[in-house]
């Protein structure tokens, strides 16, 4: 089996894992996780079918099956923390760290959709694929994600003290 | 990708949205591969490779000797025949666990010889190398104490396995002979826990193991010993687990 096409796709796996989870550990396991998954189930992907997408679709499987499993949802506890790990070195730090928070605070499911539209460019149809839903579900979540999205970032612009801290959830 | 609803101030607004999540981590998309996402998929990709090459191997070994018992030792054929119509029935009774032993098998084939990387995480970070594992199978790992048996601890690795991960402890005695031992959770095709089982012993393929199921997880105790000495050493293994 050759490895470089599925090596070539591990840094946009990567960043859409840390994006959606918010923790650094936690995006490698899930990137861990799917590489072992792709790997066992590579015989069942098709030949000349996109394999970025193919990974992706693994990739939210198994984080679906982590946030059912309360695994996933852990993150969000430690995002005070955290946040000196959200800092992207060559954008505006406070506002990355801004909006790693505010996607946080996303419903799972718009904030895949809202970050697979984003990050990866894939079309309406690619997500439907990837997530195993209907394209008019993609819009509609994704137009609420955008709208959310927004909402939370003018709440959280400029930063004021009175902001409520983010809960707990453990 | 812009809603047929949008307004321009939207599509704008939408696409300056768009533009700060790229910037989101995107020292990811530039900084090296880690080095144990690439050995993830390197492994899978090797153990896939070399479960094939041994099945290959193993069929070839056994019409081999099919044809050697058939062909030179006449009658004696009959008493080469009780063990293998055994094996097809533990292949019928138990297909998850002997596909179980046989990964075990073929891993120990694989780790066993090597002489710069047999482990990923050594035994002078046993504490770290058992939280590691246990947090990776979801499962509290124990590490048996097979000093007693001369065996002392090389250190373990993460391996794929088909119903999730598998971990491999490695042993091995003074003169460098190794044995390893298997675990994973394993899971019936329905994705029902496997029933526990006794102790079973798979010949070789490619090297003999005594394995059994307890409580949903698969342990297989693999080496190139002697069946008693391995069923001591694996008795050893279950006493303390």
């Known amino acids: 089996m050759n490895t470089a096409p599925i090596v070539a796709c591990i840094p946009a796996l990567r960043r859409y894992a840390r994006a959606l989870t918010g923790d650094a550990w936690m995006a490698d396991d899930l990137v861990q996780d799917t590489l072992e998954r792709a790997c066992a189930k590579w015989s069942l992907w098709r030949v000349g079918s996109d394999l970025r997408a193919w990974l992706f679709a693994i990739m939210h499987n198994v984080w679906v099956n982590q946030v059912r499993q309360g695994g996933a949802r852990a993150t969000l506890v430690d995002i005070d923390e955290a946040s000196h790990e959200l800092v992207a070195p060559d954008t505006e730090p406070a506002v990355m760290i801004d909006l790693q928070r505010c996607l946080l605070r996303l419903p799972d499911e718009q904030r895949a959709v809202l970050l697979l539209a984003a990050l990866e460019d894939f079309s309406y149809q690619d997500i439907a694929k990837v997530l195993g839903i209907p394209a008019g579900t993609v819009m509609s979540r994704l137009s609420r994600a955008r709208l959310r999205l927004a909402e939370l970032m003018d709440g959280a612009q400029p930063p004021t003290s009175t902001r409520p801290a983010l809960r707990r959830l453990k | ?241």
Do not use: C
């Not at chain 2, 949205?17 to 990709?45: C, F, N």
């Not at chain 2, 199978?137 to 090389?154: F, H, Q, R």
């Open chain 2, 1 to 241: 990708m812009s809603n047929p609803t949008d307004t321009d101030d939207d599509a704008a607004r939408w696409s300056a949205q768009r533009d700060a999540l790229r910037g989101l981590h995107r020292e990811l998309l530039h900084e090296p591969v880690p080095e144990h996402l690439l050995q993830t998929v390197e492994q899978a990709a090797n153990s896939g490779s070399w479960s094939r090459r041994w099945m290959r191997a193993g069929a070839l070994a056994a019409s081999v000797l099919v044809a050697f018992g058939a062909g030179w030792m006449g009658h004696g054929q009959w008493t080469s025949r009780a063990p293998i119509a055994g094996t097809q029935a533990a292949r019928a009774s138990a297909p998850v666990a002997l596909a179980f032993a046989h990964d075990a098998a073929v891993a120990h084939a694989v780790f066993s010889p090597e002489k710069r990387h047999p482990v990923e995480v050594t035994a002078t970070d046993q504490q770290h190398l058992v939280q590691w594992l246990s947090r990776r199978l979801d499962k509290p790992l124990k590490v048996p104490d097979l000093s007693a048996e001369g065996y002392s601890l090389v250190g373990g690795r993460l391996l794929p396995g088909a119903s999730g991960a598998r971990a491999q402890f490695m042993f091995e005695d003074p003169a460098g002979q190794r044995i390893t031992l298997y675990i994973g959770a394993l899971a019936d095709r329905n994705g029902a826990a496997s029933q526990e089982s006794a102790f079973r012993f798979a010949a070789g393929d490619p090297v003999p193991s005594f394995y059994w199921v307890d409580q949903g997880f698969g342990y297989a105790l693999s080496g190139k010993l002697p069946r008693e000495t391995l069923l001591n050493l694996a008795g050893a293994v279950y006493k303390q687990l």
